[in-house]
């Protein structure tokens, strides 16, 4: 049997619902960027890689306010999320040359939110090739660019 080893998971796995407070509240406070993996703060949304990605490249449009759902959202908000996340689209585009996109939100737990009370939008590049069933089939995910160096080319594609 061959073991694919991912020791980074482990703290995710122990400290599951055990975080105080909100994970997105606590990136509003602009400061160490780099150590949060913000890549861009906008007037009323930033973007964030996610730290568990199921592809390279893989963050969120966040608002900054504490709304769960799309009803609770003023017309700026909504109307900068949706701007943000063309942008990182668009920015994905340019630096990885995916052949395509997910792009979507999970609003609520029982859909499938892992921060249920502050809204999100995903936005995953995708490749024809890409290795998504080692995910099914072998709890792992198989990614070829660390965080860092991922946060640094997109912090570069927003000016910031």
């Known amino acids: 049997m ?60 966040v608002p900054c306010r504490h709304v769960a759902t799309l009803e609770e959202c003023q017309a700026e908000e909504l109307g900068e999320l949706m701007e943000l996340t063309r942008r990182a689209e668009a920015a994905l585009r340019r630096l990885y040359r995916p052949q395509g996109f997910n792009i979507g939100m999970n609003i609520g737990a029982s859909a499938g939110a892992g921060v249920a009370g502050h809204l999100h939008m995903h936005v995953l590049p995708r490749w024809e090739a890409d290795s998504n069933f080692v995910s099914v089939i072998g709890e792992t995910r198989v990614l070829p660019e660390e965080l860092p160096v991922t946060w640094a080319k997109l912090r570069g594609e927003f000016g910031s």
């Open 2 to 61: 061959d073991y694919l080893w991912t020791p980074w998971r482990y703290a995710y796995v122990t400290q599951a619902g055990r975080a105080e407070g909100c994970v997105f509240c606590q990136k509003q406070t602009p400061g160490d960027d780099q150590r949060q993996y913000v890549i861009h703060r906008g007037r009323h949304n930033y973007l964030v890689l996610n730290i568990y990605p199921y592809t390279v490249g893989h963050l969120m449009v």
